[in-house]
């Protein structure tokens, strides 16, 4: 006894009205609802992971997957209230369950998570139009809102702006509303000042712009709530050549029988965004220069062959549901009304956009009605279904796919599939059709008539098939068509007909709450079981043909053997439509009017235990189960086709045989095949005809481009002469250049060598003049410490002095509050005292009374009653003021308090004060101390200045001097490299030619002799062979002689066979042939080595000159460094110069006397002084700088007088220089 094991394996279907009923995972993943269930879709591997719904709900009204593509919101309709349940899509567990009792409604219309995906927007439905603002991982409801308008209109979409969580936009009919939330609150800003329109769909497409689309075809761009632009779709109907243009609707258009396009989807877009026109029709709008507007570039349609349906009127139900983009903004998705889905490229979109574009199936197209009829194939992994949108599929559920499709112009109540696959029964509303399934097609090829069959089935065998026409089942033969049986006994519909795996025995059941068991050969009812207070639905039967399950109107399921119900299995108040059992007969399974399925466990016990997986959205119509018990199929109501994967507890179940495998035979027409035929060798012809084109034309181009080639070698000789000869010409202009500049040299050396002098004396009398100037800087800096001891004295004395004042000033205050509080302490005493003598005297007064009162009740009850209403007045009025006085001593009380506070701080400043004054003191001590030894170094860097300068001097004279005789030769040896390069380049193009042209000769000789020696043989040969014809016809003749004898005849011929005819011929000439062919073979080895050989040459050189660049690229780079270490030297000079200048500034500045005498005045100094000890560590960093780089550039003086010495006469060329 156990329970089958069932797992959704694969779904084909959509739930078309879940707003937001597409959405994007990742780049290969679509989540969409399907039934109960959310799908996941892997697009490239077909594969699908599902998310089951919750048991109590009514069905999924909407949809949203978070920005980081991590969590899916679903909302689900309730019997009391709507939920929301957060699903993490990664590892597809429940994270909450949002649920508030704030919403009136059982359902809501619209979801959104915000740019951050921690907050969740809902919109509840009718009648109170309430909107929720989430922390869904709190699950706390941040803000409530009503969005409608007060003429309580529906509401269609909410989202959050994709920049901020605290901006919201909604629209609905009449309806378009921002909202900003804050402070627990949604507020509404940006109110529009237009007339209500109709607001279908909107998207946000920037951070303040929103596209709001109407049920007009209009689309209005908003910005911060503001209307800037207004655009409206054209309705193009089914035209391809209609112009593509903004502006508002035409006359003509709004006369068209379809009226105006809904916009009912909006999506954006980084180019813009695409939106619902008309019915499956997208148009795509992209920006433009100006911000407020967008060009209509694209209009993408739903394809013909699907649009088309059999019945016209059904167009408009291709109306597009919604609209996604990938997050890589490469494809476009969209849903329709008729349950499809559908893609495009957008890279495609772009790319023809001279067309008009058609949307691609996205997986399969999927029944759009409910489906009626289903059926599975023993032979073949086949599926075959009807549905009331007038079509008839076949799927594989092997590889999850649409076999065929056929849509018709009747309804299709029922199907039956032969075991053979190869053949389909079709009941529709005028007649039963059996057809044959062709490769692509669905073709009749005999009628019944049988008007409206609901039910139809063919034996196991595949020899008969049964048909239901009202209330009989007829039986007829699939090979000759006869009526074998008419099987008459039910009084109402028919609404199963199971065979028995033998097919020996048929089962019934129908509305009249009958189950019949049927003698399939001699049409005899053996068995009966009547219910009438049953109307049943489905019946199944054991393998063994001796036990029937039946499901009915009754909430039950009934196990029926020989004629009488066994046990009776209540199913929990739920009604069950479909049974079916397994050809294994250990698993029972059963569909209920919720589209749930029910594994039962088998054998049945009562109370019946079983395990419920959701799966529809609405009543189980159909269930198979697959011949080798792998799978089980439903179909229900809300046109969905669900494959189970069905396992047994203990893993038992029959077994296919793979060796005989699914049959793969196919059916088509013999004109089919012809046609086909005819078109193979037409298009083989075709390839041929192409192929000998392609080579005509690349011959064609081989000659063009060979004469090309000859034209530009000739071109490239004609250049190469004339760049010889402007070579010559600028050799001899070098030569006239190089002694010009030789004199120009010895004019600027003594030039050079005067204004160097003239600079030494001028800088000498600068440095006394700025020496004399620091010895006053020092004797100012020695007064202004004297005046800041001064002032530093002045300042303690007066602390002093107001610290003094403050002391005796508040010692004064706390003996005035001491005074005062004494007095408030005596004052409450005596209120106190007169409070209880009062008190006494009203109770003395009160006894009296009451005394009163018992001798004379009856006289003076009036008087009583007032005087008590007085009393009662008067001790108010003491109450009030005893609180009052209580209030004023608290008062008090807490006076005092602050009092003591305010001491307990004073108290606390004089003590910081005195520290303050102590760290000052010590600071004055520091600082001293520090301008003592900043005093020291300035000294001390004044003397080493004095030395680099004295350096510097000398130093900047003999670079000058190097500077003038390297420069100019530098520039030379420069440009006469870049001639020896030019003329080394021209040298080797000059050797590749001679090279090249040398290898050509010799070939050219080499083949000439051959071809000599060829000709001298030939020439040998033709002389043999005349020879040998002048022998032979002087032999002959002599041989004539002889005609009238004939032996000497005989003899004669016999000698002339043996002097001519020769075994030695044909060795001779095969002999020659090898010679001919070892020769042939050599010369090939030989000239295959020789073009080797220049390749490698080739590559050589290629190599050589590569190295070449490097060494010269190299040596270029050494010059760059050269002259980089000039330019830093330069900067050293320019930044010693600028300390010596901000060092004179500093020393000016503390000449100048403060004219405050405050503590401000002392941080100041300390700063400062702060300021002047970091800028001389940081001169003296700069010194040990300069003294390296003075070190470096000695050491390069002392190698470029190396190289002056060994510098050749200005006449001789430069030798070539050593770069290290």
Request: glycine letters at 4%; a negative charge; charged letters at 30%.
């Amino acid at each position: 006894m156990s329970i089958a094991v069932a797992q959704a394996r694969h779904v084909f279907g959509l739930k078309g009205e879940v707003v937001g009923n597409i959405c994007y995972q990742d780049e290969q993943t679509i989540v969409y609802p399907v039934g109960s269930n959310i799908v996941l879709y892997n697009i490239d591997q077909k594969a699908q992971k599902f998310i089951p719904g919750s048991d109590k709900s009514l069905g999924t009204t909407a949809m949203a997957v978070s920005p980081n593509r991590r969590y899916a919101a679903i909302a689900e309709r309730g019997a009391e209230k709507a939920t929301i349940t957060i699903y993490d899509l990664h590892s597809l567990r429940k994270r909450k369950v949002l649920s508030s009792s704030e919403v009136q409604s059982t359902e809501y219309v619209s979801l959104a998570f915000s740019p951050d995906s921690k907050y969740l927007i809902a919109q509840g439905g009718k009648p109170d139009w309430t909107l929720l603002y989430w922390t869904w991982e709190k699950s706390k409801v941040m803000a409530v809102t009503k969005t409608t308008n007060p003429q309580n209109n529906d509401v269609y979409q909410v989202t959050f702006n994709p920049q901020d969580n605290t901006q919201l936009c909604v629209v609905g009919n009449g309806i378009f509303k921002l909202f900003r939330y804050s402070e627990g609150n949604l507020k509404q800003f940006a109110f529009q000042k237009m007339e209500p329109q109709n607001f279908l769909s909107h998207a946000w497409v920037s951070d303040e712009r929103v596209i709001a689309g109407t049920d007009t075809g209009r689309l209005l761009l908003f910005e911060t709530g503001e209307l800037k632009n207004e655009f409206s779709i054209q309705f193009s109907g089914h035209r391809s050549d209609d112009k593509e243009r903004m502006g508002s609707i035409s006359e003509e258009d709004a006369q068209q029988p379809l009226g105006p396009p809904k916009i009912t989807s909006v999506v954006a877009y980084s180019k813009g965004f695409a939106c619902s026109g008309g019915s499956g029709t997208v148009h795509i709008y992209e920006k433009t220069d100006d911000k407020d507007s967008y060009k209509k570039t694209r209009e993408i349609r739903v394809p013909q062959d699907l649009s088309a349906s059999a019945d016209p009127s059904k167009f408009e139900n291709h109306e597009i549901n919604w609209l996604t983009v990938s997050p890589s903004e490469e494809t476009l998705v969209s849903s329709t009304k008729t349950n499809q889905l559908y893609c495009m490229a957008l890279s495609s979109a772009d790319i023809g956009k001279g067309e008009q574009a058609t949307f691609e199936v996205l997986a399969q197209p999927f029944h759009f009605g409910a489906v009626q009829g289903l059926d599975v194939c023993i032979r073949k992994p086949l599926i075959a279904t009807s549905s009331v949108d007038r079509s008839v599929r076949v799927w594989n559920y092997e590889t999850n796919s649409l076999e065929l499709y056929k849509e018709f112009q009747e309804e299709a109540y029922s199907i039956a599939l032969h075991p053979s696959g190869l053949y389909i029964l079709v009941g529709f509303s005028d007649k039963l059709r059996l057809m044959n399934l062709l490769i692509d097609d669905i073709r009749t090829f005999k009628e019944f008539t049988i008007r409206g069959c609901r039910e139809c089935s063919f034996s196991n065998g595949g020899h008969m098939f049964a048909a239901v026409h009202g209330n009989v089942i007829q039986i007829y033969s699939s090979t000759t068509f006869e009526n074998i049986n008419n099987l008459k006994g039910h009084n109402g519909k028919v609404r199963s007909v199971v065979w028995s795996a033998d097919d020996s025995k048929i089962v019934s059941c129908g509305m009249d709450g009958a189950v019949y068991e049927w003698n399939a050969y001699t049409g005899k009812r053996e068995g009966e079981s009547v219910l009438k207070s049953c109307s049943y639905t489905s019946v199944a039967i054991t393998p063994d043909g001796k036990t029937t399950f039946a499901v009915g109107s009754d909430c039950t399921l009934k196990e029926i053997s020989d004629s009488q119900i066994l046990r009776d299995v209540e199913s929990g108040g739920m009604t069950l439509m479909q049974v079916s059992m397994s050809h294994s007969g250990r698993m029972l399974f059963a569909g209920t009017n919720t589209g749930a399925l029910r594994s039962m466990k088998f054998p049945l016990t009562v109370p019946g235990e079983w395990t419920e997986y959701m799966g529809h959205g609405s009543t189980i119509t159909k269930m198979r189960i697959t011949y080798d018990d792998q799978y089980l199929v439903t179909v229900s109501d809300d046109a969905v086709l669900m494959i189970w994967k069905i396992t047994d507890k203990e893993g038992r179940g029959l077994k296919r045989d793979k060796e005989i495998g699914y049959a793969e035979e196919i059916l088509i027409t013999k004109s089919d095949l012809e046609e086909k035929n005819s078109m193979m060798s037409e298009l083989k012809t075709r390839v041929d005809e192409l192929k000998m084109e392609n080579e005509y034309q690349l011959r064609l181009k081989d000659m063009n481009y060979n004469e090309k080639i000859k034209e530009l070698t000739e071109k490239f000789i004609q250049e190469m002469e004339s760049l010889k000869t402007k070579n010559q010409v600028l050799k001899t202009d070098k030569d006239k250049e190089e002694a010009k500049h030789e004199e120009e040299i010895a004019e600027l050396m003594e030039k050079n060598s005067k204004e160097l002098q003239d600079l030494e004396s001028a800088n000498n009398q600068k440095l006394m003049l700025e020496y004399e100037k620091y010895q006053e800087l020092q004797a100012k800096s020695q007064k202004m410490q004297e005046d800041y001891e001064r002032q530093l004295q002045e300042m303690e004395e007066s602390k002093e002095a107001a610290l003094e004042e403050l002391t005796e000033y508040y010692e004064a205050k706390l003996q005035e509050k001491t005074i005062l509080l004494d007095q408030a302490n005596d004052e409450s005493r005596q209120q106190q005292r007169e409070y209880e003598e009062t008190k006494k005297q009203i109770e003395e007064d009160a006894d009296r009374e009451i005394l009163d009162i018992k001798n004379k009740f009856e006289r003076r009850l009036r008087d009583e009653k007032e005087a008590n209403l007085r009393l009662k007045g008067e001790t108010g009025i003491m109450k009030k003021k005893f609180t009052s006085l209580q209030k004023e001593i608290e008062d008090h009380k807490e006076e005092i308090k602050k009092l003591n506070n305010e001491q307990q701080k004073l108290q606390g400043v004089i003590k910081s004060l005195e520290k303050d004054i102590y760290g000052l003191k010590k600071e004055i001590q520091e600082r001293d101390e520090t301008i003592q030894d900043k005093e020291k170094r300035i000294y001390d860097l004044k003397k080493k200045n004095q030395e680099l300068e004295k350096f510097k001097f000398v130093l900047d004279y003999k670079i000058k001097e190097l500077k003038k005789q390297i420069e100019p030769r530098e520039n030379d040896i420069k440009a006469m490299k870049e001639q020896i390069q030019e003329m080394e380049s021209e040298l080797e193009r000059f050797h590749k030619q001679n090279t090249q042209l040398e290898l050509n000769i010799t070939e050219l000789r080499q083949k000439l002799k051959a071809t000599e020696k060829e000709m001298h043989l030939e020439r040998q040969k033709v002389r043999d062979s005349e020879a040998m014809l002048r022998r032979f016809k002087t032999d002959l003749h002599n041989c004539i002689g002889y005609i009238q004898d004939p032996k000497k005849l005989k003899d004669s011929i016999k000698q002339l066979y043996q002097k001519h005819v020769q075994d030695d011929t044909p060795e001779s000439a095969s002999v020659d042939a090898d010679i001919q062919r070892e020769y042939s073979r050599q010369r090939k080895h030989l000239e295959q080595s020789v073009s080797s050989l220049r390749k490698k040459l080739a590559k050589d050189t290629e190599i050589h000159r590569a190295d070449n660049v490097r060494i010269m690229q190299e040596n270029v780079s050494l010059i760059k460094e050269i002259n980089d270490l000039r330019r830093e030297l330069k900067i050293a000079r320019t930044q010693v110069h600028d300390l010596e200048a901000a060092l004179g500034i500093s020393r000016k500045n503390k000449n100048q006397p403060l004219p405050d005498q405050t503590a401000s005045a002392l941080v100041m100094s300390s700063a400062q002084s702060s300021r002047d000890q970091e800028a001389s560590m940081e001169t003296a960093k700069i010194i040990d700088m300069q003294k390296g780089e003075i070190k470096k550039l000695r050491r390069q003086m002392y190698e470029l007088e190396l190289m002056a010495q060994e510098r050749p006469p200005s006449g001789t060329r430069l030798p070539p220089m050593s770069v290290q």
